[in-house]
């Protein structure tokens, strides 16, 4: 429960007794965007923690897509703090598919479910030709691979990185 509440710090993460069948549950904390009517999901019950980091992440990149939607993000998205949220959202999304990962501060690594070996690691940083906005990046390469706040071309990307034989490793 700590770690998730260390990787999602504007929620808080607690055991729900309301719920018998939903036992984890998240509550967004109080924040300027969300008093200045930013909205969003505020609560989140899940059967378990792994299903709740899910949920977490899904609401991370729908918050970013409705402010992206129109036209203006209500906070800041630079910066390490950003990079790690938009890093935990890729990992939720990727462990919901069923893959594989690592997760640290400063990365993500997938590992290939049917090919022993085939990894890839994704790291989140700054595109300066993209007015310095946040992207998701092909560590071994150095290609970008999509928008940070677009998670799901993210995946596509990665899944088609862990399906080229050269992505074995030795």
Not at 12 to 24: D, E, I, Q
Not at 70 to 93: F, I, K, Q, T
Not at 133 to 159: K, N, Q, Y
């Amino acid at each position: 429960m700590e770690l998730l509440g260390e990787d999602f710090p504007s929620w808080w993460v607690r055991f729900s007794a309301g719920l018998p069948a939903l036992k984890w549950g998240a509550q967004r904390k109080a924040s300027a965007e969300w008093d200045a009517g930013a909205g969003g999901v505020r609560t989140l019950n899940a059967d378990s923690a792994e299903h709740l980091r899910w949920m977490l992440g899904q609401v991370a990149v729908w918050d970013t897509e409705v402010a992206t939607a129109c036209g203006s993000v209500p906070y800041e998205v630079r910066g390490p703090l950003a990079r790690r949220d938009r890093l935990v959202a890729l990992d939720a999304n990727l462990r919901g598919l069923g893959l594989t990962t690592g997760l640290s501060n400063t990365s993500v690594l997938v590992l290939a479910p049917d090919r022993a070996g085939a990894e890839v690691r994704i790291v989140c940083r700054e595109r300066p030709s993209d007015g310095d906005a946040l992207w998701f990046w092909d560590d071994a390469s150095g290609a970008p691979l999509a928008e940070a706040h677009r998670v799901t071309d993210a995946v596509v990307a990665i899944r088609g990185l862990l399906a080229a034989p050269a992505r074995v490793a030795s």
